[in-house]
């Protein structure tokens, strides 16, 4: 089980951080649903590690990072729903 965790934690540092690059690099907008979707993703994967290793401020980090996401996706969602 261990490795379970471990892996979620990986991959979604891994999924974040790629994010960023892409974004930086321009390759990928931050106002895009895909870069949202990959940061809900990764940092619900990352949440889900810190409580298992019990890091509550990386939790608290990630869950609110998780939530930004969620509320961007919301939003883009109407903005395609008006046009």
Known sequence: MEIIFQSLGWIGAF????????????????????????NMICATMLAINAFHIGSIPFLIINVFWAIVAVMSLVKLSKIKTVL
Request: no cysteine; glycine share 4%; aromatic share 16%.
């Open 15 to 38: 999924g974040l951080l790629s994010a960023y690059y892409l974004n930086s690099s321009k390759r990928l907008s931050a106002d895009t649903a895909t870069y949202q979707w990959i």
